[in-house]
């Protein structure tokens, strides 16, 4: 539901530099150049309203059918094989310390691990040009009271304060460039899965994402 209101933002932008258009064209206020930008614009939002809704039918299309049961550390494991090229690429390596004893669980394995790519790759991202040499992604899975718990830590710039209300929102980013879809469908895929999807501040600065998956037995 709150994607879907949501969407309501790049089609009332839409609207907004339409009316702008026909003004312009109608008064004759406008330059060509500035008419030009403005339906540069609405192409853009387009595209961008576009993009949320070929990423939900994505999304859509999977549902409880294709999930397995899977060892979550074999399944963790698979997920940073297509990070390798991105901590390659940064110099930043990436450290993974499975669960021990850790139960099946039953998910699909494709959307779960989107999630962690998702996340891992946020965490490289925010350390892209770090000076002190000791820059590293730290992913974690642990068992308690029946859930796995994965954690992925960075020692990046860490989350603003004025973003975290808004950090799983749709559309909101802190990139240059991006959707802002990222975060927001990593929380859903984890709340279909019945866990949760968090984030705390490191003492030592950066942040740590952390999301819960029920074992076998306790979904």
Do not use: W
Not at 164 to 171: D, G
Not at 173 to 185: E, F, H, N, V
């Amino acid at each position: 539901a709150g994607i879907a209101h949501e969407i309501n933002q790049p089609l009332a932008a839409i609207a907004t530099y339409a009316q702008a258009s026909r003004r312009m064209l109608e008064t004759g206020t406008g330059s060509l150049d500035r008419v030009k930008e403005t339906v540069e614009k609405i192409a853009e939002q387009a595209l961008r309203a576009g993009e949320v809704i070929r990423r939900l039918r994505q999304f859509a299309r999977r549902n409880e059918g294709d999930r397995q049961q899977i060892d979550p550390n074999v399944l963790i494991q698979d997920a940073l094989r297509l990070c390798e090229v991105d901590s390659r690429v940064l110099e930043i390596p990436i450290e993974f310390v499975p669960a021990r004893d850790a139960p099946f669980v039953r998910v699909d394995a494709i959307q779960i691990q989107q999630v962690v790519v998702n996340l891992v790759r946020n965490a490289l991202e925010s350390m892209d040009g770090a000076s002190d040499g000791g820059a590293r992604v730290l992913v974690r899975a642990e068992v308690k009271d029946g859930l796995v718990n994965v954690s992925v830590r960075d020692r990046g710039a860490g989350v603003p304060r004025e973003a975290e209300s808004e950090l799983f929102h749709p559309f909101f980013t802190t990139k240059r460039q991006g959707m802002g879809m990222g975060l927001s469908i990593c929380r859903s895929i984890i709340t279909a899965h019945g866990g949760k999807l968090d984030f705390v501040r490191n003492p030592e600065g950066g942040t740590t994402f952390r999301f819960t998956i029920p074992g076998e037995g306790n979904s």
